[in-house]
Nanobody, 122 residues
Framework: QLQLVESGGALVQPGGSLRLSCAYS????????IGWFRQAPGKEREGVSS???????NYAVSVTGRFTISSDIAKNTVYLQMSSLKPEDTAVYYC????????????????WGQGTQVTVST
């Protein structure tokens, strides 16, 4: 049974850091890409970062240099390390399972977690 569970969302001040986790089960990363997406109120869901089976990573322009995606195969977890957070990073963050060639396009992903809230505010 496929399962993706996000955690780590919180309220953080601008300039702060957070690490999101995506614990997965029911598959291996050998054949799938894991993507992180986010959706702010009133906005469309946008791709944030992805990591492919070969370890290739992609980042949205808006987070390049601030966010880092990584995986720990032993722990069946994919992480999104976020630093220098800005109020515009406020959103529900989702991890998703996609084709091995998927990048940051949501239609390439077919299984989603329930999301974790990140709020950047004073």
């Amino acid at each position: 049974q496929l399962q993706l569970v996000e955690s780590g969302g919180a309220l953080v001040q601008p300039g702060g850091s957070l690490r999101l986790s995506c614990a997965y089960s029911g598959f291996t990363l050998d054949y799938y890409t894991i993507g992180w997406f986010r959706q702010a109120p009133g906005k469309e869901r946008e791709g944030v970062s992805s990591i492919s089976p070969s370890g290739n990573v992609n980042y949205a322009v808006s987070v390049t240099g601030r966010f880092t995606i990584s995986s720990d195969i032993a722990k069946n977890t994919v992480y999104l390390q976020m630093s220098s957070l800005k109020p515009e990073d406020t959103a529900v963050y989702y991890c998703a399972l996609g084709d091995p060639t998927a990048d940051l396009v949501s239609r390439e992903y077919y299984y989603w977690g329930q999301g974790t809230q990140v709020t950047v505010s004073t």
